[in-house]
């Protein structure tokens, strides 16, 4: 296990820096705040932080609107605070990984500013214009993730802009060479300071087709993308030409150039609205040793949960994926909680250990989001202290993403422990009880629980680095086995409310514990109690 890479297999706990920890009042999450709290993510066992964006930004998406690619915004602290929590994240044996927003920038970044000004600019060709067609509208059919057409009219220009999520968010032109080399540039400065990694926002959306191709319609009848609500009409095209391009790879390995220029690095790309299978993709992006060294999609970030779909997904990956490595999330920034999502019917006490522990069984690496090692559910935001653009443009068919966005919950005073000023997003008292120092005082709390698996987790080579192979007709219950060189292991989970019997006729050596599972092995079968699971060497 020791010449593994460290994110190969490894545990990363994802920040956002906005809702995870105030040390300065002004109800806003800072980087002081989270360096602060260093000591009890490291107490949980995993390998990393991911820190969502803290760069300079007007805000209109908190923060995925950038308008300095290598400065602090004020509102998080500045580049020594950054500095400090690096610094202190090592000393606890923590990597940190940092957000990279690079298809797009705000249009308050100087260059933007430079290049909407005129035609003749030195950055005239840094984002994608386009002019009218004759008749004034738009130069294509091509969509805003946000609503509404993805073109922007610029009266200073008199041409449109392309923008993928919203009109204050410009996409840069990748197929401008001098793009391409700021990009680059933009992550040697976070290299330089120490960062262990990227995570790649929207790593599929860099490049669009430069022929302005209109997107045909979504086929009738076939699913739509499962990363967009189905109200939002995003979903009626095929995007064939605004994104997954094949000159993407190119960029795709010349970050890998770059990273290799340092010591054990590594990048995990964010692959969603795609038009082809996401794994299918997941698979070309990671592939080959060349690009990303793991990616993930939203496969697991949908609200399908049953044993037949994780074995449907497992299938298809490995179908697809040769030596590609995944990085599975069940939670994130942008999508409802899992204990909501997938546990809302479920029992709120065991659901979330038992969901946690199948997604940190597959083969690959994984995002644990702040808050699921609480089981936190979807908080309530009413609409009317709605912070998120897309929920407000979209409610109330869809709420948005503040749900998942409310402030960590360290005690259960009136503020969890947040802050001391009004949050900028409100706690819900649903998860007052649920808090960190409530759940330290008890045993057999779900933090606790949590922190016990991912220990125990983190010293089975087979869960860190083994292959993975299904063990099918296994009815409601997801079985599998990961093998290396060191360690085989029969894993055997059930995500349900009943009890299961799986029979099961290989040999068994040993039905491994300390992990806070009781599922047993007896009689020829595999016993799961409800929201138990079974590891066993074979």
Sequence with gaps: ?????????????????????????????????????????????????????FFKSPMKDFGYDV??????????????DFKALVARAHELGLKVMIDQVLSHTSDQHPWFTESRSNRTNPKADWYVWADPKPDGTPPNNWLSIFGGSSWQWDTQRQQYYLHNFLTSQPDLNFHNPEVFQANLDNMRFWLDLGVDGFRLDTVNLYYHSAGLENNPPHPEGMPYIN????????????????????????????????LNEYDDRGMVGEIGVDHTDPLQRMAEYTAGGDKLHMAYTFDLLSSEHSADYFRQVITTFKANAGDAWPCWAASNHDVKRSATRWGEQEDPNQFP?????????????????????LGLPEADVPFEALQDPYGIEFWPEYKGRDGCRTPMVWDNSEQAGF?????????????????????????????????????????????????????????????????????????????????????????INSVLTEHGFSGRYENGAMVLPPYQALFAEV
């Design 1 to 53: 296990m020791s010449n593994n890479p460290w994110w190969k297999g490894g545990i990363i706990y994802q920040i956002y820096p906005r809702s995870y920890m105030d040390s300065n009042g002004d109800g806003i999450g800072d980087l002081p705040g989270i360096t602060s709290k260093l000591d009890y993510i490291a107490s949980l066992g995993v390998d990393a932080i991911w820190l969502s964006p």
């Design 353 to 373: 250990l038992v969901s946690m522990a199948m997604l940190m069984s597959l083969r690959g690496s994984v995002c644990l989001y702040q808050g699921e090692e």
């Design 419 to 507: 802050s001391h000023a009004k949050p900028w997003l409100p706690v819900d008292p649903r998860h007052l009880p649920l808090s960190v120092e409530t759940q330290e005082q008890q045993n057999d709390s779900l933090l606790q629980k949590m922190r016990q698996f991912i220990q125990w987790r983190q010293q089975q080579p087979a869960l860190i680095q083994g292959d993975i192979e299904l063990i099918e007709e296994t009815g409601e219950a997801f079985v599998f086995t990961r093998q290396s060189e060191e360690q085989s292991l029969l894993v055997a989970i059930n995500m349900t409310s009943k009890e299961l019997t799986v029979p099961y006729s290989g040999a």
């Design 67 to 80: 308008s300095d690619y290598c400065d602090v915004d004020p509102m998080f602290g500045t580049l020594d």
């Design 227 to 258: 990363s967009v609500d189905a109200s939002n009409p995003y979903v009626r095209q095929t995007h064939q030409y605004d994104l997954s391009q094949p000159e993407n790879l190119n960029f795709l390995k010349a970050m890998r150039d770059l």
